[in-house]
C-alpha cells in the first residue's frame, strides 16, 4: 500500500528521523510500497520552516540580549535554501515520489468555494488544501498500482475518522482502495504492526525448505523442464 503524507504530519519531523518516520520507512520497504508528496506539500513544508526559524531567531535573540547582551546575526533565508537542499537530498535518498498539480479550472475551484465542500469553510479559506486533495484525486485515478493511504492530521479540512463524503465521492471507484488515517501512529498500529516480524532471519527460515519449488517455479516460466 502506498502513502501520500499531508503537511501536518512532517511540521514536527523536517528531516523524517523520528521513531514513527523510521517504522514507516520500514514498513515501504517490507510491502514494496512508495511514499509520496504533493508538490503544494512540499512548498508547504518550506514556508512552514520558514515561519518556525523566524519564531526562533525572536527567542533566541530575546535570550542572548538578556544572557549575553549581545545577539548573533541570523539569516532566515540561508538557512532556508540550506533546509530545501537537504530536503531534496532527502526525498531522492527514500525514493519520494512528487504528485504534480494538474490543471485545475477556476470554474471548478469556485464552484467547490461556494458550495463550501471541504476542504473549503464557510469563510472561504481551503484553498491550498483544495488544491492538494484535487492533485491526489487525479493522481490516484490515473495510477493502476493498487491501494493507497492518505495521512493526515488536518482532520478538519479532510475529515475526522474517515474522509468527508465529498472527498470519498471525488475518488468515485478508487475509493474502496483509498485508505485515510490521522496520524502515523494510526497507520503503524493498523498496518505496520502486521509486518513487523519480516526481517532476514524470518524470511530465510521461511524460505529455507521451499527451495525445490521455487526452483521449479523460475524453470516453468522459463520454458525449461527437468
Request: overall charge neutral.
Amino acid at each position: 500500500m502506498h502513502i501520500i503524507l499531508d503537511t501536518s504530519i512532517i511540521f514536527d519531523n523536517y528531516f523524517f528521523d523520528t521513531p514513527k518516520f523510521l517504522g514507516l520507512f520500514d514498513y515501504l520497504k517490507k510491502t514494496h510500497s512508495k511514499l509520496y508528496l504533493p508538490s503544494f506539500v512540499i512548498d508547504e513544508i518550506l514556508k512552514k520552516y520558514k515561519e518556525n526559524l523566524s519564531k526562533y531567531k525572536d527567542s533566541l535573540e530575546r535570550d542572548e540580549r538578556i544572557l549575553f547582551g549581545q545577539t548573533k546575526e541570523i539569516n532566515i533565508d540561508d538557512l532556508v535554501l540550506e533546509y530545501a537542499s537537504k530536503l531534496t537530498n532527502l526525498i531522492k535518498k527514500n525514493n519520494i515520489g512528487i504528485i504534480k498539480p494538474k490543471d485545475i479550472s477556476s470554474k471548478k475551484l469556485f464552484g467547490r468555494a461556494i458550495k463550501i465542500e471541504p476542504p473549503f469553510d464557510a469563510s472561504g479559506r481551503g484553498l491550498r488544501d483544495t488544491l492538494i486533495w484535487l492533485s491526489i484525486v487525479d493522481f490516484v485515478k490515473n495510477d493502476s498500482t493498487g491501494y493507497f493511504c492518505f495521512i493526515s492530521a488536518n482532520i478538519k479540512d479532510f475529515g475526522k475518522e474517515d474522509l468527508y463524503s465529498n472527498l470519498r465521492k471525488d475518488l468515485e471507484s478508487k475509493s474502496n482502495k483509498f485508505l485515510y488515517c490521522t496520524s502515523l501512529e494510526e497507520f503503524l498500529s493498523n498496518y505496520g504492526d502486521k509486518v513487523a516480524f519480516i526481517d532476514r532471519i524470518f524470511l530465510e527460515n521461511y524460505f529455507s525448505d521451499k527451495y525445490d519449488y521455487l526452483l521449479s517455479l523460475v524453470n516453468r516460466d522459463n520454458g525449461t523442464v527437468y
